[in-house]
């Protein structure tokens, strides 16, 4: 039961930062970021600010880095727990940044496999071997650092995680 309520709070880590990138990049699309509600942000000389241009947000690093700080300041991590929970955090964003890697490793053969006169089966089933392949190392992957950050969490801790999930929504 409570790895499976850890696996949730993983999911709806990942969620939660997949909704605040989405949101981000809409921002730059329609004119900039200011951190805040008030439009674009602009450097002294009428430049898009210290981004770096316009729509460069932040690295997916950092959004993933900035997430596990917010998870840890919510769940009240103290320093003993602090290192197990970053190493978790960072084999899981490790293991996302392959999928994504392998999903978009697909995208030509998937192209080659769609532009004959006949759809080839075979190449089609070895692209989709290769994402369920991805897919599993990633869940296990995910599975490994739920079980890791779930041992070091106190009895109170857990409540809060699984109180803050029960509340997520997803849009």
Same mark, same amino acid.
């Given at each position: ?43 002294? %000389? @009428?430049?898009?600010?210290?981004? $770096?241009?316009?729509? #460069?947000?932040? /690295?997916?690093?950092?959004? *993933?880095? !900035? ?47 769609? %532009? @004959?006169?006949?759809?080839?089966? $075979?190449?089609?089933? #070895?692209?989709? /071997?290769?994402?369920?392949? *991805?897919? !599993? ?35």
């Amino acid at each position: 039961m409570s790895s499976c309520l850890v696996v949730g709070l993983c999911l709806f880590g990942l969620v939660s930062m997949a909704r605040a990138a989405f949101w981000r990049h809409r921002a730059f699309a329609q004119g900039g970021y200011s951190g805040r509600c008030c439009g674009p942000r602009r450097g002294r %000389r @009428g430049g898009w600010g210290k981004w $770096g241009g316009r729509g #460069a947000g932040l /690295a997916g690093e950092q959004v *993933a880095r !900035a997430a596990g700080e917010v998870l840890k300041r919510r769940l009240e991590v103290d320093e003993e727990q602090e290192p197990i929970v970053d190493h978790a955090l960072d084999d899981l964003h490790a293991s996302l940044k392959e999928l994504k890697a392998e999903l978009s490793a697909t995208h030509a053969p998937l192209a080659d496999a769609l %532009r @004959g006169e006949k759809l080839d089966d $075979g190449a089609l089933a #070895a692209i989709f /071997a290769r994402q369920d392949d *991805a897919l !599993a190392r990633t869940r296990r992957e995910a599975l490994s650092a739920v079980k890791q950050i779930h041992a070091v969490l106190d009895a109170e801790q857990r409540k809060k995680a699984a109180d803050w999930l029960a509340k997520a929504t997803v849009a």
